[in-house]
C-alpha cells in the first residue's frame, strides 16, 4: 500500500493507493448516520453492487447517474440535493464519489452545499480521476456556455485509490489519464518524464508496479502543488500545461470529437511546438517530448481547424488576463512557465 497526505492544514487528508482497496472501504468512512454513493451506469455494474457488501452495517443510499459528461451540470445536482433532503441526510452524513471524474465533480460539489458542506470521500475508478481529478479539491458542473464554470473549492476526507478497477476501463480512457501523467513529467520533474517513456509499455499493460509507482508520483506532484496553491492564484496554473489548446478544441468540437486526456495530449503537443517556435526550449528536447506522446498512437492531426477558429475559442478561457490569451509552455527540462499572448501572437 501506497500513502500520501496532503497538507492543507485544516482541510489535509490522506491518499491510499492499492490493489483491491475498494474492499476496505469501511474503514475509510469516519463516523456518519448515513452514506450517499454516487456512481454511474457503467461504474455501479462493475463495482458499485460488490461495494455496498462491505458496507452492511451502514444506512446507505445510492444514485446512479448515466454515465458521461452531459450529466455534468446543475440539473443533475439538483436532483441529489433533492433526494439528499428527503431521505433526511444530515450534517453528520457522509457522500461517497465512486466513479471517475465526471461522478467525483459532481459528488464533491453537492458535498460541498449541501448544508454548507458535509464530508466526502473520493473513490476513483479511471486513470484521470486518479491521478488528476480526485485530488486537489476543485469541483463542480458545466453550464451551457462553457465547462467547469460553476463550482467549489472544496477537499475529501480521504482519496482511496484502488489502482484493481483500471482493468475494466476502456482503452480510449486509459489513454486520456495517461495524458495527464505525461503533463506531469512535463510540468515537474524530468527524471519522472524518463521513467513514464521507459515503462510506457508497462504501463498501458497495467502492470501493478509500474502502475503504483506512476500514480503515487502524480498524486505527490498535485499535492505539492496544490499545498503550495490551493486556489490557483499563481503556482496551481502550471497544471494547466497542455490545456489551452486543449479545450480550446474540445469547445470547438462541442466536446464530442475527444476525451479531455486525448486533448490535453494534442494540446502538449502543440505547446511544445510553440515553445519551440519561441526559442523557450532547444529542438533536442521538443523531440523527446513528441516523442514520448506519439508513443500513445494519438491522431495529432487537427488541420481541419483553422488556427483562427482555436483560438477564437481560447480566448474564452478563466486563465486569460484582459484580451491576453494564457499558455502554460516548456521552458526548460521539467519546467514549465506561464506566458500571455495576444490573438496574433499565437503560432505552431
Ligand atoms: P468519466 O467520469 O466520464 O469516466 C469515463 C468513462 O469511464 C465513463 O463512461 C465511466 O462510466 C467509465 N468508467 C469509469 N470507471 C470505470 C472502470 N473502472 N471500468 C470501466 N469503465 C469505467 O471521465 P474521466 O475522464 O474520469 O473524468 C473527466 C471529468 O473530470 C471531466 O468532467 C473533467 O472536467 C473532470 N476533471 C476534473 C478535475 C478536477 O480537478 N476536479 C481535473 C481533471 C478533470
Ligand atoms: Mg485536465
Known sequence: MEKLYIDLGENSYPIAINGGLRYD????????????????ENVDGLYGKDLQQFLKERTIEKIVLSPGEASKNLATVEGILHKM???GFTRKSQIIALGGGVVGDIAGFCASIYMRGIPFIQVPTT??????????????VNMPQAKNIVGSFYQPKSVMIDIEVLRTLPKRELLSGIGEVIKYGIIYDYDF????????AQIMNLKEESLKKVIKKCCEIKAEIVSKDEKEKGLRKILNYGHTIGHGLEAITQ??????GEAVLIGMYYEAKMAKVMGLIKEEYYKEIENIIKKTEISLDIGEFSL???VKSM???KKNQGDKISFILPSSKGEVKEVLLSKEEVVW
Open 25 to 40: 472501504i469501511d474503514n475509510y468512512l469516519g463516523e456518519a448516520d448515513k452514506c450517499l454513493l454516487i456512481t454511474d
Open 85 to 87: 433532503i428527503e431521505g
Open 127 to 140: 486513470l484521470l480521476s486518479q491521478v488528476d481529478s480526485s485530488v486537489g479539491g476543485k469541483t463542480g
Open 193 to 200: 518524464l524518463c521513467y513514464i517513456s521507459d515503462e510506457f
Open 255 to 260: 466536446y464530442k470529437k475527444y476525451t479531455h
Open 308 to 310: 483562427q477558429d482555436l
Open 315 to 317: 480566448t474564452k478561457d
